[in-house]
């Protein structure tokens, strides 16, 4: 039996351990995931070795044996979590490594520790196990160990409610301005750091790479965030980050493209339609960006867009010049 079924078979027993009833052997058999064996022995045998690694106790109540985890086990005392919650944290601890370096990364890493100090030390080898079970693939992400003073000093700037200045470099326009921001919120996303705040220059909410920030300030100007304003509702047309005029497109896949492409949430508006042939139809209302140009062209021949004719002129244009580079 590999090692990986038994982790996770463990990892489910637990969960039902921590209720203050207690289970009965038949209710974990019962309750355990449906490709799970359901032998009594084996059942006996998880138990006995989260025994050697937690305090679990078995009592008659009402004529049947109950496995719970003792009292005091269940809750850390003052966090109010439990093993497979503390657990749980130490292993999402990887989501942020792409913060590694910043306040943000180091005061997370200080609460595990604490928190880790608090289970009992076999557990910890336990952890470790169950982490080479889930793996975190972060995919392409920014490096933020240089940022850290900027960040800090948004973090603050936000927590004020004061304006910051800055020079800031556009990407798109591809030159360096003076700003002064209004700083809303920091908004981590596709693998970099924004901040969202409004522009005095552009006189608009705007969203700001955090990386492409330079010689930032925080002045003693304070400023009132707008009651009405929602970060979902202002992101809500950016495939991932770019903002734009939102248009609805129509792209058709092909079927060895559309069978792992209908699998993924790629925006909240997307509405999916299997055609008899395999392909498959997408629909979804996005913000008109370079972002959605090259979304589309990720899929290199397996898509083809339906509507609008404007998107099919820009892919087709950058195809050509990839192309001919």
């Given at each position: 039996?590999p ?8 990892w ?6 921590e209720?203050?009833?207690g289970v009965?052997l038949d209710e974990i058999?019962d309750r ?6 359901r ?29 719970r ?20 944290l130490m292993v ?21 520790a ?6 009992p030390?076999?557990?910890i ?29 948004l973090?603050e700037?936000?927590a004020?409610?004061?304006?910051v200045?800055?020079r ?7 030159r ?16 970099g750091?924004?901040?969202?705040g ?6 608009e909410p705007?969203?700001?790479a ?8 925080l002045?003693?100007h304070?400023y ?17 980050v ?5 248009i609805e497109?129509?792209?058709r896949f ?9 699998d ?6 997307q ?11 997408m ?5 008109d960006?370079r972002?959605?140009?090259g979304?589309v062209?990720?899929f290199?021949?397996?898509v083809?867009?339906?509507?609008p ?12 010049k990839?192309?001919?580079a």
């Open positions: 039996m090692r990986n079924d038994q982790v996770m078979r463990q489910h027993l637990l969960r039902l351990l209720s203050s009833r009965t058999a355990l995931p449906a490709d799970y064996p032998h009594g022995r084996t059942v006996r045998r998880d138990l006995e070795g989260l025994a050697t690694i937690f305090p679990i106790i078995n009592e008659r109540i009402d004529g049947r044996v109950r496995w985890l003792m009292d005091g086990a269940r809750h850390v005392p003052a966090l109010k979590f439990s093993p497979t919650e503390l657990m749980a999402s601890r990887s989501l942020l490594k792409p913060l590694a370096g910043t306040e943000i990364q180091n005061a997370l890493d200080s609460a595990m604490k928190a880790s100090k608090l289970l030390a076999a557990s080898d336990y952890v470790q196990q169950i982490q080479s079970v889930f793996a975190v693939g972060l995919g392409p992400h920014k490096n933020y160990r240089l940022h850290r003073e900027t960040i800090d000093l973090t700037a936000i004020k409610k004061h304006t200045q800055m800031y470099y556009s990407a798109s326009r591809m360096t301005t003076r700003r002064e921001v209004d700083p809303y919120k920091l908004w981590y996303a596709s693998g750091l924004y901040l969202v409004y522009c005095h220059l552009r006189k705007r969203m700001f955090v990386e492409r920030m330079g010689a930032v300030t002045t003693d304070p009132q965030m707008p009651l009405r304003f929602d970060l979902e509702a202002f992101v809500q047309n950016s495939l991932t770019m903002l734009g005029r939102p497109v129509m792209l092909n079927k060895p493209t559309a069978a792992w492409a209908k993924r949430v790629w925006h909240p508006t509405t999916i339609t299997p055609l008899k042939n395999g392909d498959m139809l629909t979804l209302k996005v913000a960006s972002e959605l140009i979304w062209l990720s290199g021949s397996g083809r867009v339906v509507r004719h404007s998107l099919l002129d820009a892919v087709s244009s950058e195809a050509k990839i192309a001919h």
